[in-house]
């Protein structure tokens, strides 16, 4: 094992949560289970598939192809108490400021509060705030969708532009094409967050100023990216519409500055607010899903929220050995901290979840990428898992390879609904079928003389030597959970989603972690805005290490010159 992957260290002595001593018993334990293949764990139990599986509401999960046993899943569980996530589980919900590196709350939980209790920030009941700002989303999207909100040429709506990066992007992008068969049929949604000029360039080429909204989204309402999409996006709409009075038409913001969004000219009227407990990366649930509501209704909106309240209803309540988001983030402690695996597949088997991984990537690895403990100390064990992914079927054509073969553990979550969007059931039981095969081939792997009776058989060519039985092995053990969906409603992703977040709080908080604050982005930032100006100075660049100061120059003396120098 290389030393890069830090698992939990024989000899303690250092800080964190993974020195407690049920993580010994678990080290002796995983020195037991190291050897041991599922295989045998499957012909030994008959019963692992029920003893391993768990249901909430329309979401299914099987993780009986883990390298668990009963055993292990109880010494996991010892680790959650000690841990005491379920103090933190609660501190959570009331509102306690646990992203005490910027002294937040963290409530996106409120967010989705359909039974309506109070929950108190400061004293202050968050809720009929937050009710107030999703009836306006409805009312105002409804106008939308009806054709009453018109352009300043009294044309109707049919595209909306999201202009926002990150948190502000990632979250509405991935569920307004999840929820793609519940669009409205004449507003086509875009999304604007990349600075690279084509971007902004080639979405607004095909649109029409008339019958254009933006929603220029950014908490801040400072990010660079994002305002300078805005402020091209504004010029655009101007360049046609002539007057600065048609902007309050075409521009909303959803902030939660609202001094910023006026020195914009955008009417505050036309503001829709959040608030610094809402993490960028759990906005979706708050006015960053504007675009949402906009595309698929209110009530659709309502029914995501309701998914992701039952969630946290099942998260809140649920014993730990029973809690499906504290089981998924056990199962990746086990592989990441004891068998010192270093990433995590996302694998959807449904084409409208072909963004899940890459939101789920920010999710994660923005919350969990770190190594400084909640009291300041430098961690000796890993945290975050590298989340990767892509859908899955395309992926069995592409990099299944390496999972299957390539020697790595890679544990993965294979995610597919029962009842597919379209009427092509022999597509779906296609799908389907890879999906199981797939799961299974990763657990069972395939012996060598399982190959070799396969490659004695006419349908193997029984002419060949059998010098290549070898490559055609696989080693199987490879752990993996499927989850699947009843039907890819907006109920059900509300579920999956919430469910993938409290996975993400219950590692952290066994990592011992503010999983809320994102402190590693800033550097960058602080970099790049003293390299712009550098990047058009008169003058060559020195005053940084030699490859930076070389690339600086190099691109002064090689780029385009400067309509404005
Ligand atoms: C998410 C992060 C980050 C953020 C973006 C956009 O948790 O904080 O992805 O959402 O940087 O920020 P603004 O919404 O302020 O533009």
Redesign the pocket.
């Known amino acids: 094992m290389s030393s890069a992957v830090r698992m939990v260290q024989d000899e303690g002595g250092g800080p964190g949560v993974l020195h407690r001593p049920v993580c010994r018993v678990l080290q002796a334990h995983h020195a037991q289970m190291a050897t041991v293949h599922m295989r045998d764990l499957f012909a030994a139990d008959p019963a692992r598939f029920e003893r391993f599986s768990l249901r909430v509401g329309e979401l299914l999960l099987d993780y009986s192809k883990n390298r668990i046993t009963g055993d292990t899943m109880s010494l996991l569980e010892r680790l959650a108490e000690e841990a005491d996530v379920a103090g933190w589980r609660e501190r959570m919900f009331a509102g306690d400021k646990i992203n005490h590196t910027e002294n937040r709350a963290v409530l996106h939980v409120a967010l989705r509060n359909r039974g309506n209790f109070p929950v108190k920030v400061d004293g202050e009941d968050v809720m009929p705030k937050v009710n107030a700002v999703i009836e306006r989303m409805g009312a105002f999207a409804e106008r939308v969708r009806s054709g009453e909100w018109r352009g300043y040429t009294g044309e109707r709506m049919t595209d909306v532009v999201n202009v926002?990066?990150?948190?502000?992007d990632l979250g509405p992008q991935m569920v307004v094409q999840a929820l793609k068969p519940y669009r409205h049929p004449r507003l086509k949604m875009h999304f604007i967050s990349n600075v690279d000029g084509a971007h902004v360039k080639e979405a607004l080429e095909a649109l029409n100023p008339e019958t254009t909204l933006f929603i220029v989204?950014?908490?801040?309402f400072?990010?660079q990216e994002?305002m300078t999409n805005a402020h091209y996006a504004r010029e655009w709409f101007l360049a046609q519409s002539q007057a600065t009075g048609h902007i309050a038409r075409h521009f909303v913001a959803v902030s939660a500055n609202r001094d910023a969004v006026a020195a914009f000219g955008i009417d505050p009227a036309h503001m829709f607010e959040f608030w610094d407990w809402v993490?960028?990366?759990y906005s979706l649930w708050s006015a960053i899903g504007l675009p949402i509501v906009l595309v698929v209704g209110a009530e659709r909106f309502a029914e995501l929220l309701e998914g992701a309240h039952e969630m946290d209803e099942h998260f809140r309540h649920a014993p730990l050995a029973q809690n499906m988001p504290v089981i998924l983030a056990l199962l990746g402690i086990w592989y990441n901290n004891f068998f010192g695996a270093e990433s995590h597949a996302i694998l959807p088997y449904d084409h409208y979840l072909r963004s899940l991984p890459a939101y789920l990537q920010?999710a994660d690895m923005?919350s969990n990428g770190k190594s400084v403990d909640r009291d300041g100390r430098v961690v000796d064990y890993s945290t975050g898992a590298i989340v990767w992914g892509a859908s899955g079927i395309n992926g069995q054509h592409a990099f299944y390879q390496l999972l299957h073969q390539g020697g790595r553990m890679i544990p993965a979550d294979f995610i597919v609904s029962v009842e597919p969007h379209t009427e092509l059931q022999a597509h779906h039981d296609i799908l389907f079928a890879h999906f199981l095969a797939q799961t299974e081939a990763l657990m069972r792997g395939r012996t060598r003389e399982e190959t070799q009776l396969e490659m004695g058989s006419p349908e193997g060519g029984s002419a060949q030597t059998g010098q290549f039985v070898q490559h055609k092995v696989f080693d199987g053990n490879h752990p993996s959970n499927a989850l699947l969906l009843q039907k890819l409603t907006p109920h059900a992703l509300g579920m999956l989603i919430a469910l993938y977040e409290h996975k993400i709080f219950v590692q952290g908080v066994i990592w011992n972690l503010n999983s809320y604050d994102?402190w590693g982005?800033e550097l960058g930032k602080q970099l790049a805005s003293r390299i712009l100006p550098e990047l058009q100075a008169a003058a060559p660049v020195t005053g940084h290490d030699a490859s930076t100061s070389a690339l600086i120059n190099y691109y002064r003396r090689m780029r385009r010159p400067h309509a404005g120098l």
């Open positions: 926002g990066i990150g948190g502000s989204s950014s908490k801040t400072a990010t994002t993490g960028g990366r920010q923005e994102q982005v």
